[in-house]
């Protein structure tokens, strides 16, 4: 049993990110996770976001990625994102989590070099 979720707190973040298209999506995954900014990126079917841009109402087909990160990098992770992405304004959201086993969080934080 994983145990009371509400007592378990993590230090592991999921960064959620759109990008223009597969390609850029999987350019920047691979860069940050060779950084060892993310320990791992999951690059999910393209979507499509309605957004209102410079006054007009848009429609645009995007990639989302979620990284997955320690704490302690999550903040180099969103600038080097930021940096990299096509976009004017990328929308990088980090996202706490509540809960994870042990041994992926031990994994996280020892490819993201934020090892204990």
Known sequence: ??????????????????????????????????????ACANILSPSLSIFHWQGALSEQAEVPVLFKTALPQSKALVARIVHLHSYDEPAVLVLPVEYCPPSFRAWVLAETLAID
């Not at 592991?12 to 298209?21: G, S």
């Open 1 to 38: 049993m994983i145990g009371d979720l509400a007592s378990d707190t993590s230090d592991i973040r999921l960064v959620y990110c759109p990008f223009a298209d597969e390609e850029e999506a999987r350019t920047i995954a691979r860069t940050v996770v060779r950084e060892q900014l993310a």
